[in-house]
Structure formats: structure tokens, C-alpha cells
């Protein structure tokens, strides 16, 4: 089976699909920006993914194919992320800055998300914790299934 399109999300349509079996294929976060890839259901199937590149990043919960009562969904690990919280805005400009520098790529929640606070999020770096313990700021390491795929960050000078 080659998959060319997604065809919803599950945690969009989830009443659509309430009753199928969900057979999922469980992603590492890094290959969700994959357009070419050969995976595995936890049934063993194997599937190949063929994605346009008009097509958006997987996620968590996309449904691949539909057959019977059986939906193939992605199924994301957690990601180890630093969940950083600082208490100003210049603590969080000074951070965002250093980590831009990095060329760490961030994603932010605010307070109605399911962090419950205004927060950046970035993969877990041992040098950027270092340094938000060296400049005070408060975060928490956590394992989370991330909405939107880290990728690497291109730049050039």
C-alpha cells in the first residue's frame, strides 16, 4: 500500500471514526517532515508514504488509509523538550534571542494551551539548559508529543 495523501486528523474528525480499530504507525518527531518513507503498523504491515511536496508536515493522529472498520493513523513518540517559562517579557526576549542564535528552533504556547501558562518549548540541549540555569530562568524537562515537527534550522552568513 502507498499512502498519497492524508486523509484528516483524527483529533479533528474523532466521532467520524469512534467505533474503527486504530492501527497506528508510531513516528519519531524527526521523521514527520519525511515526503518519502517506508514504515510499519504495529500490526507489522508495512506502508509505503509517497507525499507531495505541497503537502504539509505528518502529525499526530493523521489518518493514512481507511479500510473497513480499520483506520491507519500516525502515532507520534514523545519528544524530550525543555518547557521554558520565563516571568518577563525581557526574560523571554533575552532567551528567544539566545536560542535564535543557536538557531534552535522554538515552538510558544500561551496560557489557554495544555501547558497552562505562556511558554517556549524547544527540543532538550544539555548546553541550553545549562544556560537557563546559568541566567535563572525557569523551565522543566518533559517528554511531549509535539503538535508541529522540530526541524533542523538552515541558515547561512
Not at 61 to 77: K, Q, R, Y
Not at 91 to 118: C, I, K, P, T, W
Not at 123 to 151: I, K, N
Amino acid at each position: 500500500m502507498i499512502i498519497e495523501k492524508i486523509l484528516g486528523n483524527l483529533h479533528e474528525v474523532s466521532d467520524a471514526y469512534a467505533g474503527h480499530h486504530k492501527e497506528k504507525v508510531v513516528l519519531p518527531s524527526a521523521q514527520l517532515v519525511k515526503r518519502i518513507q517506508r514504515v510499519t503498523t504495529d500490526h507489522g504491515k508495512e506502508i509505503g508514504i509517497r507525499l507531495p511536496s505541497s503537502a504539509g508536515d505528518l502529525r499526530d493522529g493523521d489518518i493514512l488509509a481507511v479500510s473497513g472498520n480499520n483506520v491507519i493513523m500516525v502515532s507520534v513518540l514523545p519528544t524530550d523538550v525543555l518547557v521554558i517559562a520565563p516571568r518577563t517579557v525581557y526574560q523571554m526576549g533575552v532567551v528567544a534571542h539566545s536560542l535564535g542564535n543557536r538557531h534552535l528552533q522554538a515552538q510558544f504556547f500561551d496560557a489557554s494551551s495544555e501547558y497552562g501558562a505562556e511558554v517556549m518549548v524547544c527540543q532538550y540541549d544539555h548546553t541550553v539548559e545549562d544556560y537557563l540555569l546559568h541566567v535563572g530562568v525557569p523551565y522543566d524537562r518533559q517528554e511531549r508529543v509535539m503538535p508541529v515537527a522540530f526541524r533542523h534550522a538552515e541558515h547561512s552568513h
